[in-house]
């Protein structure tokens, strides 16, 4: 079946230490984003994608990076520099081009603690 | 920039009854509003979304939706609500420029016995 996989859904790190999350998809997706999820705080735009090699900073970027060597692959590492990282993270792809409406496919998410 | 607002944190309703769920949006431009539903834990499940035509959305497990140019508001409805219906729901916008979605800060439903 076609769809978005993200491991590990649960993660636990110590202060200071980055870690990484994987986001893979076989949709054959053009775009791909990452999402940070608080409590209340609806959903927020870190880093996207709209193509191989190339990404872009979304609304709260500081902190994280990311990679695109691969259409189907899109890992987010969370660095130390990040002053807030636990939350739930979401990975979402979507078709592009003139044809697409934005519709995005998500993953089911991990849930990073830091402790 | 693109915005979603949802005013209620959360709505209760009782099994059986009928429930909307409000958005209202600020666009330049023509709008694409979409409405996900999220449970538990998990990620975010696409419900409706409305780009152009006739103003009333349908969508997945019962749901439409109500686009109100005048008004600026893109309500999610059912008319019978589901115990199994109590989840978190956003509302986002496509932003302009490219395909990324802007959330609202989400809508508990909950729906009693």
């Known amino acids: 079946d076609g769809g978005i996989t993200q491991s590990p859904k649960y993660l636990f790190r110590k202060e200071g230490q980055n870690v990484t999350l994987s986001c893979e998809q076989n949709?054959?997706?053009?775009?791909m984003y990452w999402y940070r999820q608080d409590p209340g705080q609806g959903l927020r735009l870190i880093y996207y994608?709209?193509?191989?090699?190339?990404?872009q900073k979304g609304d709260i970027a500081e902190g994280y990076s990311v990679s695109r060597e691969k259409k189907e692959s899109f890992p987010l590492t969370v660095t130390s520099a990040q002053k807030n990282p636990t939350a739930f993270y979401l990975c979402?792809?979507?078709?592009?081009?003139?044809?697409?409406?934005?519709?995005?496919?998500f993953g089911e998410g991990s849930r990073l603690t830091v402790l | 920039a693109q915005s979603v607002a949802q005013p209620e944190d959360q709505v209760n309703v009782a099994e059986g009854n009928p429930l909307t769920v409000k958005c209202t949006y600020s666009?330049?431009?023509?709008?694409?509003l979409f409405w996900y539903v999220q449970y538990p834990n998990r990620g975010l499940q696409f419900l409706l979304k409305?780009?152009?035509?006739?103003?009333l959305v349908k969508g997945s497990y019962g749901f439409e939706a109500e686009f109100n140019k005048s008004q600026t508001s893109f309500h999610l409805k059912k008319p019978s609500a589901l115990v199994s219906d109590s989840a978190l729901y956003f509302c986002?916008?496509?932003?302009?420029?490219?395909?990324?979605?802007?959330f609202g800060t989400g809508t508990r439903l909950l729906v009693s016995p």
């Open positions: 979402a792809s979507s078709s592009s081009g003139r044809a697409a409406t934005g519709e995005l496919f």
């Open positions: 949709l054959n997706h053009d775009a």
């Open positions: 994608s709209q193509i191989v090699n190339d990404f």
């Open positions: 666009v330049s431009g023509n709008p694409y």
């Open positions: 409305y780009i152009t035509g006739d103003n």
């Open positions: 986002a916008v496509r932003d302009t420029g490219f395909q990324k979605l802007v």
